[in-house]
């Protein structure tokens, strides 16, 4: 059995032929000039291709020179989480302690939870500010952020409640 299909593509004839007994497929021979003008010719390409193209060429490259720029001064401007994970990271805090600092931070509208790791004055006052909203303060609370102040700053006693 012999299948033969005939694509015609304005004027260029493609056709074909395929042995479904031992699946070997040809192509019969096409000019391929026709083939070509056929398919620029052919309406699949948008009108405002040019534009388009030249749009695209001029948002890769932005792109791309924006990448570059960012990498070139990843240094110089360290994201604010970054440079808080990491020293979060070299002061012994785990991952619950510090998100617990970043939330502290950040309710207290603090520019970075770094802040609080200055010294133990400010977190004791951002610690009580921030439980003096609540009328009944957690205890719970109160003890994880002892256990922070702790690791922060060992040779203090906490005076934290």
Not at 87 to 107: F, K, N, P, T
């Amino acid at each position: 059995m012999i299948f033969v299909a005939t694509v015609n593509l304005e004027g260029a004839g493609l056709t074909l032929s395929a042995d479904s007994l031992f699946t070997q497929a040809f192509l019969s021979q096409v000019d391929p000039v026709a083939v070509s003008e056929a398919i620029l010719n052919s309406r699949q390409i948008n009108d405002a291709g040019p534009f388009a193209l030249c749009m695209g060429f001029m948002l890769m490259s932005a792109a791309v020179l924006y990448a570059l720029w960012l990498y070139r001064h990843r240094d110089q401007h360290p994201l604010p989480r970054f440079t808080y994970h990491r020293i979060a990271r070299l002061m012994g805090l785990s991952l619950s302690q510090e998100l617990r600092l970043w939330w502290l931070g950040r309710s207290c509208g603090l520019p970075s939870p770094v802040t609080l790791m200055l010294c133990p004055a400010t977190f004791d006052h951002h610690v009580n500010a921030y439980f003096s909203r609540f009328q009944a303060a957690p205890k719970p609370g109160r003890q994880r952020l002892a256990a922070i102040r702790q690791q922060l700053f060992p040779s203090d006693t906490p005076e934290i409640g």
